[in-house]
Each structure stands twice: as structure tokens, then as C-alpha cells.
């Protein structure tokens, strides 16, 4: 986590030291705030340093909390595919504001809905991550309050964030003028809020609502500067950049200070580049699909004839699942307010158009598997079917996970 010396560090946070489990949320910071804080460490993840000792409480809390130590799923009369987790409904779907469309990196549908709560008066505010006006690869949390807002924001940041640092100051907000918000974070940000609404009604209340969409990891920072590097060009040189949007899948593009732009399309940014730079919690990641969110969008990909997704820019259509029984009812209002169109769905079909979640869920087993047989400490996952997943998988493939694992634990400097 950092190799700066750290007072009474948590058993909790110990524990994620020790197994490199951090997602960077920032979960831990606003539970201890003050003596937790996050900081960029290298190669460029998001750390917690703790910078004073944690109560017993404190500790408790962030070993409930901390998605890199585990999370519990139950599907409370739900479907519940083995990949896919509990659900209410599903459909593929699109703003149908074509900026928003535009903007968005699959369809827009996340973005609209945002605007939609705001519009409807289901929360007054979003609390969502946006490009930092600091470091152009770079993200921030921002709140936004109004349709140009989200606009700006739309679009997928392929980078750290940590969304939940910032959480008492949004509590404070709650308490003194009864401010809800929308959160919208990665899978693992979800997870983290959504025991610490369980845990605190004063958190649920302030946050009523809580979005996500389909991750396949967080790359460091120097996996941006990597693909700068590829378009020819560096941090000095870059204005700002865009990971994807302005178009689907769109294209990571970077603008020099002089308004010239140099773009790679998303199979080179993401496929060639980004996913080689993703942080070792990812590759053991048991929910990159926001199973602990009311609402959750992704890539709808066309299929060639072999079933893997077709890059080619197009009109973005994403897939939007409704997790709870909020989310289902708010996808509805936003439909039949006209904020989105959405088409009938059959999830039978998303292993063939999410290949990389469905190998990733599939591999997991024999890669804990591994991790554990290591004496490495791993997350402790419940109700979220990782046999089932692995039984799926032919045997071959899961010794190969299991093999790549163990040898990469055992070289920790290729890690």
C-alpha cells in the first residue's frame, strides 16, 4: 500500500496491505477522516496513508466496509444468473437527448438518468467522477447539479478514483439542509457505500440512490501516460483527454494545448494498452458488474460471427439493469418520461457480448485459489456464486488461471 512507515496501522487496513487487495474507493478515508487520507502512490494507484492511529471502531468499521476484504451478495427472490448476479430487469436502451447520446461512452443511458433524478426531484444533487483540471489522465469527484454538468462528466475515466473520500463532507451537507444525492461509482465504490448505508440510516438517507456500471479494472496512471506516449505525445504537451465517448465505443483522444488532437481507437487504448496497467485487486475481482447498485449500465456490443464484440463506431445502445426494486421503478419513470428509449433484452445472451466479465468470473476460483495456496490474504466473497462460475470454465482453462497465478505470486516483481 505504501512503504511509508504508518502509526498503529488498522488490522483492517494491515490486512489490505499485506494481500494488495486496495480498489482505492476511499471508503477508509471517510470512515477515519483525518487520519485516513488518499494519496497517489506509484506506479499510480490511489493508497490510504494513515497519518494518525484508529479506534477500535474506526478499524471494525473499514473491516465491514473495505471492498478489497470482501463483500456478501443475497438475492432475495431475485433471478440471479451465475454470472450476472440478482437483478430486477433488463433492457438495451439509449438518451434519447443526442448530446447526452454523443457524450456518453455506450449510449448515454447512465447520463440520462442522472438528469432524469434531478429533473424528477429524486435527489438534488450527483456525486459522480470527472476528468481533473490537475492532471489531464487524471480523475476527480465532482457534484453536479444540472443536465450540463453530467454532460460534461459523461464519458468512461479509465483511471483512479476514490468517490467515497469525500463522503463526510457530503453527510455534513445532508445533515444541515437535507441534500440527497445520487452516487455513481465503480463496482467496488457501490459495494463500499452500500454496507455503510446498511450500517448508518444517516448515510442511506443522504445518498438514496446508487449507480454503477460494468468495470473491467482500474489501470494506474502510468497506463495513461502509456497511451500518451503511444499517440506521440506526453503529460507537458496534453490540455486534456478523453478515455472514450464523443461517439461509440469512441476514441481516447488527446488535445495539446494548441487545439491539435491525436486519437487511438478504443480497441488499441483499452484492449493494447490500459487493461496490461490494471491493479492487482481487479484480476480477483468477484463483481465487476455493480451487483450492490439500484441501477447499472454498460456496453451493449454487437457480436461478429464469432462472438466477439464489434469495435466500429456507431450510434452508442447500452444495456441497462435494473438491480433493485428503486432501480426498476426509476428506469421505468425515466422511460416513460422520455428521457430513454429501451428495447426487451435476454440476458441469456450477455456472455456473448461481455467476454471479458465472463472469463474474468469464470477464472476467479482458481486464481484465489492460488492466492490462498500462497498464504496470501484474498477478499472473502458470499452468495456470489464463484464455483458455479469456475464449473463453466473447462479444466484446462482453470489450471492455466491457476498455473499464471501462482507463478506470477511467486515472481511478485512481474506481479
Same mark, same amino acid.
Request: with cysteine; glycine share 10%; aromatic share 6%.
Given at each position: ?10 488490522? =483492517? ?7 494488495? /487487495?486496495?480498489? %482505492?474507493? +476511499?471508503?477508509?478515508? *471517510? ?7 488518499? =494519496?497517489?502512490? @506509484?506506479?499510480? !494507484? /490511489? ?27 443475497? =438475492? ?10 440478482? !437483478?430486477?430487469? &433488463? ?16 449510449? %448515454?443511458?447512465?447520463? #440520462? ?44 475515466? !479509465? ?35 452500500? $454496507? ?12 438514496? &440512490? ?11 496512471? $502510468?497506463?495513461? *501516460?502509456?497511451?500518451?506516449?503511444? /499517440? ?31 486519437? #487511438? ?22 463483481? +465487476? ?10 456496453? *451493449?456490443?454487437?457480436?461478429?460471427? @464469432? ?6 463506431? $456507431?450510434?452508442? &445502445?447500452s444495456l441497462i439493469m435494473a438491480r433493485t426494486d428503486l432501480g426498476a421503478r426509476l428506469v421505468a419513470g425515466a422511460r416513460d418520461a422520455g428521457r430513454i428509449t429501451t428495447e426487451p433484452f435476454d440476458i441469456a445472451t450477455l456472455d456473448a457480448i461481455q467476454p471479458g466479465q465472463r472469463e474474468r468470473r469464470r477464472a476467479l476460483f482458481a486464481r484465489l485459489l492460488a492466492l490462498r495456496l500462497t498464504g496470501m490474504p484474498v477478499p472473502r466473497y458470499q452468495g456470489l456464486q464463484i464455483g458455479a462460475a469456475a464449473r463453466q470454465n473447462p479444466m484446462a482453462r482453470n489450471l492455466k488461471n491457476f498455473l499464471g497465478t501462482l507463478r506470477r505470486r511467486l515472481r511478485p516483481?512481474?506481479?
Amino acid at each position: 500500500m505504501t512503504d511509508t512507515p504508518q502509526p498503529d496501522q488498522s488490522p =483492517a487496513l494491515a490486512r489490505v496491505a499485506r494481500g494488495d /487487495l486496495c480498489a %482505492g474507493c +476511499g471508503g477508509c478515508a *471517510a470512515l477515519a477522516p483525518g487520519k485516513v487520507t488518499m =494519496a497517489v502512490q @506509484a506506479p499510480g !494507484y /490511489l493508497r490510504p496513508v494513515v497519518t494518525a492511529a484508529l479506534s477500535a471502531e474506526e478499524d471494525t468499521a473499514i473491516a465491514a466496509v473495505c471492498p478489497g476484504l470482501g463483500q456478501k451478495v443475497s =438475492a432475495d427472490g431475485r433471478p440471479d444468473p451465475v454470472l450476472w448476479g440478482p !437483478y430486477r430487469t &433488463v433492457n438495451t436502451g439509449w438518451a434519447n437527448d443526442p448530446e447526452i447520446r454523443f457524450s456518453g461512452a455506450s449510449g %448515454g443511458a447512465l447520463s #440520462m438518468m442522472l438528469v432524469h433524478l434531478l429533473d424528477s426531484g429524486t435527489v438534488d444533487a450527483v456525486v459522480q467522477t470527472a476528468a481533473s483540471p490537475d492532471l489531464a489522465i487524471g480523475n476527480a469527484t465532482v457534484i453536479t447539479a444540472d443536465a450540463d454538468g453530467i454532460t460534461r462528466a459523461a464519458g468512461s475515466r !479509465y483511471a483512479p478514483s476514490a468517490p467515497l473520500s469525500d463522503l463526510p463532507a457530503r453527510l455534513a451537507e445532508h445533515a444541515a439542509t437535507g441534500r440527497r444525492f445520487a452516487f455513481v461509482g465503480k463496482p467496488c465504490d457501490a459495494v463500499a457505500l452500500r $454496507a455503510m448505508c446498511a450500517r448508518d440510516p444517516q448515510v442511506a438517507a443522504a445518498f438514496p &440512490v446508487i449507480l454503477s456500471f460494468f468495470c473491467a479494472g482500474v489501470p494506474s496512471h $502510468a497506463g495513461g *501516460a502509456a497511451v500518451l506516449a503511444a /499517440l506521440g505525445t506526453d503529460l507537458p504537451a496534453t490540455a486534456s483527454f478523453r478515455f472514450r465517448g464523443n461517439g461509440w465505443p469512441g476514441k481516447a483522444t488527446a488535445r495539446a494545448h494548441d487545439g491539435t488532437e491525436r486519437a #487511438m481507437s478504443y480497441h488499441d487504448s483499452w484492449g493494447k494498452i490500459l487493461s496490461k496497467h490494471v491493479q492487482h485487486r481487479c484480476k480477483i475481482c468477484a463483481d +465487476g458488474t455493480g451487483v450492490a447498485a439500484d441501477i447499472v449500465c454498460a456496453d *451493449a456490443w454487437e457480436s461478429d460471427t @464469432a462472438g466477439y464484440p464489434v469495435f466500429e463506431e $456507431a450510434d452508442g &445502445v447500452s444495456l441497462i439493469m435494473a438491480r433493485t426494486d428503486l432501480g426498476a421503478r426509476l428506469v421505468a419513470g425515466a422511460r416513460d418520461a422520455g428521457r430513454i428509449t429501451t428495447e426487451p433484452f435476454d440476458i441469456a445472451t450477455l456472455d456473448a457480448i461481455q467476454p471479458g466479465q465472463r472469463e474474468r468470473r469464470r477464472a476467479l476460483f482458481a486464481r484465489l485459489l492460488a492466492l490462498r495456496l500462497t498464504g496470501m490474504p484474498v477478499p472473502r466473497y458470499q452468495g456470489l456464486q464463484i464455483g458455479a462460475a469456475a464449473r463453466q470454465n473447462p479444466m484446462a482453462r482453470n489450471l492455466k488461471n491457476f498455473l499464471g497465478t501462482l507463478r506470477r505470486r511467486l515472481r511478485p516483481a512481474k506481479r
